[in-house]
């Protein structure tokens, strides 16, 4: 099983990215999918998360508007639109699949906003 993260980076305020998230070793279409992230001293929080089907969304109160979240169940991975970010936004991403019986997680991807 793996979750690997990608796409983060340096970024100016104001600026957006995409994250990838690509899974393997399981069947990905039948997982709901999270992204948290855990900026340094700050415990870990919900960013956004997406049903197995795709059709249910939800993200936190500081990303409404700002982040979509999608998937790709043909390609197995999970993606996170950020806008307009902020240096608060600045932390490790990570992408979590889950289902009843199992859980998993990514190692993480480094967004740093900042001028």
């Known amino acids: 099983v793996q979750l690997v993260e990608s796409g983060g980076e340096l970024v100016q305020p104001g600026g957006s990215l995409r994250l990838s998230c690509a899974a393997s070793?399981?069947?990905?279409?039948?997982?709901?999918m999270r992204w948290y992230r855990q900026a340094p001293g700050k415990e870990r929080e919900l960013v956004a998360f997406i049903s197995s089907s795709g059709y249910t969304t939800y993200y936190a109160n500081f990303m409404k508007g700002r982040c979509t979240i999608s998937r790709d169940n043909a390609k197995s991975t999970v993606y996170l639109q950020m806008n307009s970010l902020k240096p608060e936004d600045t932390a490790v991403y990570s992408c979590?699949?889950?289902?009843?019986?199992?859980?998993?997680w990514g190692q993480g991807t480094q967004v740093t906003v900042s001028s």
């Open positions: 070793g399981f069947t990905f279409s039948n997982f709901d």
């Open positions: 979590n699949a889950r289902t009843t019986f199992d859980d998993y």
